[in-house]
């Protein structure tokens, strides 16, 4: 008897969430249900979800990777201000970022002077 029951437990497959099989961290299912909610389009396919879900990974790694280089090596922790200096020092990050706005980061972002001046 006990070893039927160790053979049943072996063979059932384990459920595993598509985040976890795909190899991210964030959540597939919370990005689809955004994508769905969202009225992008009518019908949202599960690999869109995924590939768009690895794209904000990637981003925030990148993002993270360069406030990382930017503390000092006494700072434990990455602050706004980091962020801010890390983005706009990059190229391509301050060019996709340019209407972002970071709160309590001390720093002016680049179109904040030509907002007030509309």
Not at 82 to 97: F, Y
């Amino acid at each position: 008897m006990q070893s039927s029951v160790k053979n049943n437990k072996r063979h059932q497959k384990i459920k595993k969430d598509r985040w976890c099989k795909v190899g991210l961290k964030f959540a597939i299912s919370k990005i689809h249900k955004n994508l769905k909610m969202g009225n992008y389009a009518e019908r949202i396919g599960c690999g869109a979800s995924v590939y768009l879900t690895s794209v904000l990974e990637y981003l925030v790694a990148e993002v993270l990777h360069l406030a990382g280089e930017e503390v000092n090596k006494s700072k434990k922790m990455i602050l706004p201000k980091h962020l801010v200096t890390s983005i706009m020092k990059d190229k391509e990050l301050s060019s996709l970022l340019s209407g972002a706005i970071i709160m309590e980061a001390a720093l002016e972002p680049h179109g904040a002077r030509e907002m007030e001046k509309q």
